[in-house]
């Protein structure tokens, strides 16, 4: 904007300047009146632009969601009102957009005109092609001159908080979680007459039942004993475990393991969530994260938020991760691991958790295809032969460029 601007002050000065010579030089009275008008028009610019700095009043907000999904178009728009005395000419609204590629973070806007008094909204979008929480904002704004000779620039901290969540899959087929009672979307309803959870009907009383559990308005009106059904649930129980290691993060950009490995978790959480599965988030960053067991979409958008800021920074290897966690996953439930295919002989560390009646289903990313192009159906062969010869495990295999969702059709 700088630059473009001294290249037309520059042009306006030599005009100036030439006018003024030819004026002292030759006896012809357009070029002194010529000399005078463009001095004027200059002045009443200044004069304008000097007004206008110290008595603008605009004010500005943006609205826009606070969460979207990688690769999609955030829509956004901008409210600005002038409360200034002044009307504002050829406006140019610069949003600072840390959600898009490098050279597309500063959009600017163009608005002829702004009367005093009134308010715009412009509306504008920005592609957010990478997961991560980001900080939109702060808003600049170009004032010019109506001759648009002169401008300043004033920055207003208008900022807005926006998570850009991983890319989950949509995943249509997932492995039985095969312990415990396979219940209708992750709930069983048993009916008994113990200490449960809710309140089902009524029904005959049967030897064995409690005395507080009678029904005595029911029994009363039948003549005959009757007790409170209650209806007792269970819920199947998951978790995920992976590790996001630095030094093995091969692969760039997007296209790296540690990518590849959080797309995995959010599409199989989102899954499970969705069919009632209760699920922990067991996985270490630079740090330990736990994300205790629980159910439905506020559990969901905590995982997911976890998901969209993780980085590979964890200098501790899978290995000692299940080391320091295998004690606090719980009893009947299933433990889903996301691993590469490097850390495939850790997985032996975790059978003694049958024992617990804990069953595993590891997802398993081939590391090499993360680096070179070949065929992989033979790498992919030979570690399914290994893991179920080895560990009577059938694993989920993925690899570079694999389309998620279609992957788990293979598993039903």
Known sequence: ??????????????????????????????????????????????????????????????KVIGKINENETLEIEAILENKGFLPLFN?????????ALVGERKKQIIQDYLGSGYSVKISYQCECVQRGKYKLGPFSVYFFDPLNIFFFKKT??????????????????????SKGTLPWF????????????????????????????????SSARKNRLIVKQFQQHKFLRATILFNLENDVNLGEGK?????????IAAAVSKYLIGAGV???????????????????????????????????????????????????????????VIMKDKDWEHLSTLLSLDKRNVSLIPLILISSTFLYTFDKREVVKDIAIKLSQTLN????????????????????
């Open 255 to 263: 296209e790296n393991i540690s990518e590849y490995i959080i797309r």
């Open 1 to 62: 904007m700088f630059k473009t601007f001294i290249r037309n002050w520059l042009f306006v000065l030599i005009v100036i300047l030439f006018n003024l010579f030819l004026s002292l030089r030759i006896p012809i009275r357009f070029f002194y009146y010529s000399f005078w008008f463009l001095i004027s028009i200059v002045s009443f610019s200044l004069a304008w632009i000097f007004i206008e700095y110290f008595s603008v009043k605009l004010s500005l907000a943006r």
């Open 91 to 99: 406006l140019v609204l610069e949003d600072n957009l840390s959600c």
């Open 186 to 217: 992750g709930i069983e309803t048993a009916r008994t007459s113990g200490d449960d959870d809710e309140f089902y009907g009524i029904r005959d009383y049967k030897q064995g039942d409690q005395v507080k559990r009678i029904h005595w308005v």
């Open 278 to 336: 209760s699920l922990e988030i067991i996985a270490h960053a630079q740090e330990l994260v736990h994300i205790p067991s629980n159910r439905g979409s506020e559990h969901l958008e905590e995982i997911l938020k976890f998901l969209t800021i993780a980085q590979a920074e964890s200098r501790v290897s899978l290995a000692e991760v299940i080391e320091e966690t295998a004690r606090s996953i719980a009893n009947d439930s299933t433990l889903i």
């Open 393 to 412: 495990i059938t694993p989920i295999i993925f690899s570079r460029g694999d389309n998620l969702g279609e992957i788990f059709l293979k598993y039903r």
């Open 156 to 177: 207003y901290d208008v900022f807005s908080e926006l998570y850009v969540y991983p890319q989950a899959a949509g995943i249509k087929s997932f492995p039985l979680l």
